[in-house]
């Protein structure tokens, strides 16, 4: 028999009286209880996962939106990207913290900071860059870019030889017709490069990882801290 009454329970002729190993649930009580301690465990995963994205993007991803034509054709106006900000602290141990020929970087345009630039590395430091008859030389040896459409660069003005500065880059569009670039305004200082692109998530038909330019000049020996970004043309 199971009867309320001063918090008693007797089944028949025993209680919880005659043996304390008896265990009396209540339910109502054991199923609220379940459900504050599953909710509490739901809202400490939720802040968890806020506080990981909002450090990645405080520290390691950023979206940024292309404007202009200055990397056509490879890249076009409106655009949506993530940049890897890991190049902005420095982290040569990390592969993709470490700046190469042909990463696209997305920078603040020395003349002007609060404006930031998407191009390409062209020439590292302690290279000789020049332009010649529309092709581009490094240290004397022409520089091969399958990525260009000769569409887009049918004038390629000459540029006499430049020795690229340490911790300095020299970044130039793949629209070369219509770029603003280290041809016009210098070389970018390190400092001011804040990420480098690694994948496109707009347009939807062209969405995935960037692909980096090959080359076969070899890289110009220099010390680590010599090694060594949205577009408005």
């Known amino acids: ?61 950023q979206p940024v939106v292309v404007e202009g034509s200055s990397m056509q054709p490879y890249l076009n106006n409106g655009e949506r990207l993530l ?72 004038d390629l003005p000459n540029h006499p030889g430049q020795t690229v500065d340490a911790h300095h880059y020299f970044v130039m569009g793949d629209n070369r017709d219509n770029s603003s670039d280290s041809r016009k305004w210098g070389l970018v200082p390190e400092k001011y490069i804040y990420g480098k692109a690694f994948f496109r998530y707009w347009q939807p038909s062209k969405v995935g990882f960037l692909e980096h330019g090959e080359y076969d000049i070899p890289e110009t020996p220099a010390d680590d801290d010599d090694r060594a970004v949205t577009e408005n043309d």
């Open 83 to 154: 940049v890897n900000k890991l190049v902005y602290y420095n982290i040569k141990s990390v592969r993709w913290g470490h700046l190469e020929r042909g990463d696209i970087v997305v920078f603040w345009y020395p003349r002007e900071p609060d404006k930031s630039y998407v191009k390409r590395i062209i020439g590292l430091p302690g290279e000789r860059v020049e332009v010649r008859n529309g092709k581009v030389y490094i240290n004397g040896r022409e520089l091969k870019e399958d990525y260009l459409d000769k569409e887009h660069n049918l």
């Open 1 to 61: 028999m199971l009867r309320r009454g001063k918090e008693r329970y007797d089944f028949g002729d025993m209680s919880p009286d005659d043996d304390r190993d008896i265990e009396v649930v209540h339910f109502r009580r054991e199923s609220m209880n379940g459900f504050w301690t599953e909710g509490l465990k739901l809202a400490r995963d939720v802040f968890l996962i806020l506080v990981v994205f909002i450090l990645l993007g405080v520290f390691a991803v």
